[in-house]
């Protein structure tokens, strides 16, 4: 049995909109769409270098360039879910048209247009400045099943205990999901004012059968502005580094929504139960990268890189609405406005080793293995009165260490390149949570590109990862809905070299 991976509702907790682990890892779980010609070749690039694109995964790519270059791109991207819940599956999806990147790299020879007069020292220097979307928030997922004696009643029972529920009433909780279930009697106090049962155990009804139906909607994006640069030194060492600034937008809307089947007591007037979240999410966070590149032979280039963790400063804007129906009549708690709440998530560092082989100007096979431990990331307070040390040891629990493969293929045929890519993106679960195999994620890509002359270049490629999600509607429910996704990316990209 597999536990809760991505939850529906997020957290929920008395007196607060609450961050938990599953929000540190989604805003540290990142897929560059990157350019053409790296998507193609399956994103590994980082000691290839000279694209940049593959410079932002290793930044000592930039000394590679021997000339001026401005490019950009443009992408179509789909995420395409079929979610199973409880034997039953429903499909859904989105697409949408996005900018993946664009740069412009300024480059000083020491020599003319490549030819060196000289193989020791500095050999050439590159500045680059640009941006890479890291993180494509397009995403539409349903799903719905029957669940058995199970109630989010009891969910919001279980948050509220410990609490009196004279605070239920105070006009700040307007906004907070389990005072709004106390109010509309979803649950209620049992055996004193800080203890509390749902509806459905108050009633007595213990064999009853919900219909249960989740949608998920999200919009929004990372995107990481650099300023970098690269030096040569001798055509044999190359160095790198790049300041980037990271940019967050996210905004998500679930409904929740629960109706009763059948029931054991006649008298219960629960009928149905829906619970809206809406949230805004916005922020900034600055971070570096590093990287160096070995030339040995004119073969063989070995890149070793780091990518320093991200301090991102976020606002939430958020509102909650809940709606019961009690024999055929609503009653709704919906606070109208949109509280906030500030903190900030610091995601984990990347490392990154690359190897390619460069057969002239006729083949170039790459490799790029990268290790990100996603148990380093956390959550801290920014307003002095949140506890997150919950949330941090979660992430510790139920996140790991992931290692990702990627290998690229590219062929010249002319002015013609010709690009295949696979990689193996291993599971960033504990095993304990999700076995490696179900949380493995898989890609395979291609593409070609066409050079005019050795000034302008074009490139078209497409990139599919398949791999799967689990998804729970509120913590505790009995099973979790498996989503199995398909995230595709059509990506177009020209560029100008002088």
């Keep these: 049995m597999k536990r809760s991976i991505i939850i529906g509702l997020l957290a929920l907790s008395v007196q607060t909109f609450a961050q938990n682990q599953h929000e540190i890892f989604k805003y540290s779980f990142i897929n560059p769409t990157a350019s053409a010609r790296t998507l193609g070749a399956g994103g590994a690039w980082g000691a290839a270098g000279a694209d940049m694109a593959g410079a932002a995964i290793n930044p000592a790519g930039f000394g590679l360039y021997r000339r001026n270059e401005i490019m950009g791109s443009m992408a179509i991207t789909s995420n395409l879910n079929n979610a199973t819940y409880n034997g039953n599956t ?22 003319y247009m490549g030819k060196d007069q000289t193989h020791s020292g500095v050999t050439s220097g590159s500045f680059a400045f640009g941006m890479n979307r890291l993180a494509n928030f397009q995403n539409n997922v349903q799903y719905s099943g029957l669940g058995k004696n199970t109630t989010i009643g009891d969910y919001f029972a279980a948050q509220a205990n410990g609490t009196d529920s004279s605070a239920f009433k105070a006009e700040e909780l307007d906004n907070d999901p389990v005072a709004q279930a106390w109010r509309l009697r979803m649950i209620d ?30 919009r929004g994006r990372i995107n990481e502005w650099y300023a970098g640069g690269g030096l040569n030194f001798g055509n044999t060492l190359y160095l790198g580094a790049s300041l980037v600034i990271q940019g967050l937008r996210y905004n998500n809307t679930t409904t929740y929504r629960e109706t009763l089947k059948d029931k054991s007591v006649a008298a219960n007037p629960y009928q149905e139960g829906v619970v809206t979240q809406y949230s805004e999410t916005r922020g900034s966070g600055v971070g ?31 509102e909650f609405t809940t709606t019961v129906n009690y024999d055929g009549i609503f009653y709704t708690q919906d606070a109208n406005r949109l509280d906030r709440y500030e903190y900030q998530i610091v995601t984990p560092g990347r490392l990154t080793a690359s190897t390619a082989v460069v057969l002239g100007k006729f083949m170039v096979i790459t490799a790029d293995y990268e290790r990100v431990d996603y148990r380093s990331g956390r959550l801290n307070d920014k307003v002095g009165n949140a506890n997150f040390t919950p949330a941090n040891d979660a992430m510790k629990t139920t996140y790991g260490i992931a290692n990702n493969l990627r290998t690229g293929l590219e062929i010249a045929t002319g002015y013609t390149r010709w690009r295949l890519g696979y990689g193996l993106l ?5 095993e304990s949570v999700v076995s490696k195999e179900d949380g493995l994620r898989q890609l395979i890509s291609g593409g070609f590109g066409w050079l005019y002359g050795e000034t302008y270049f074009f490139d078209l490629a497409v990139q599919g990862i398949v791999g799967k999600t689990y998804l729970s509607p509120y913590a505790g429910v009995p099973s979790s809905a498996v989503n199995e996704s398909l995230n595709l990316n059509f990506v177009f990209g020209a560029g100008y070299r002088f």
């Design 288 to 318: 570096g990268k590093f990287g160096i590149i070995l030339r040995p032979i004119d073969l063989i280039r070995v890149g070793l890189s780091y990518h320093t963790p991200v301090r991102l400063n976020l606002q939430k804007d958020y």
């Design 426 to 430: 291993g599971s960033p679960y504990q």
């Design 90 to 111: 429903m499909s859904d999806g989105r697409t949408n048209f996005n900018i993946p990147n664009f740069g412009y790299v300024a480059t000083i020879n020491n020599g």
């Design 189 to 218: 106090n049992d055996g004193g004012t800080r203890n509390y049962a749902s509806n459905q155990s108050l009633w007595g009804d213990t064999n009853y059968t919900m219909q249960q139906f989740n949608q998920i909607e999200e």
